[in-house]
């Protein structure tokens, strides 16, 4: 299973990016795909989860700002990012496993996908 991250940049504070991991295998290993991040120096942390057949998921400090959503069709879960601060700047990587476990542990995810960059300055 490979998931490939695509989407980070640079922005200003207030502005958006939209973040893409597209999943080579859909099956129910890969049943739940999640977004976390990791900033300099600090733990990785959740961000927001969904699953092929719905839901979403996000942590506190993005709700209301951040939405998770996916194209089946393409095998792609999306994470649109607004009102970006600058404490959103990390590298975001997305991951997969069977949504058996709690979606906020990254340690219950098996596939992870190789980070993007997401720099917000102020």
């Known amino acids: 299973v490979q998931l490939q991250a695509s989407g980070g940049g640079s922005v200003q504070a207030g502005g958006s990016l939209r973040l893409s991991c597209v999943v080579s295998?859909?099956?129910?290993?890969?049943?739940?795909v999640a977004w976390f991040r990791q900033a300099l120096g600090n733990d990785r942390e959740f961000v927001a989860a969904?699953?092929?057949?719905?839901?979403?998921y996000y942590s506190d400090s993005v709700r209301g700002r951040f939405a998770i959503s996916r194209d089946n069709a393409k095998d792609t879960v999306y994470l649109q990012m607004n009102s970006l601060r600058p404490e959103d700047t990390a590298v975001y990587y997305c991951?997969?496993?069977?949504?058996?476990?709690?979606?906020?542990?990254?340690?219950?995810?098996?596939?992870w996908g190789q980070g993007t960059q997401v720099t917000v300055s102020s």
């Open positions: 295998e859909r099956t129910a290993a890969t049943n739940r």
């Open positions: 991951a997969a496993n069977a949504a058996r476990d709690r979606y906020e542990r990254a340690s219950n995810y098996n596939y």
């Open positions: 969904t699953t092929w057949i719905g839901g979403a």
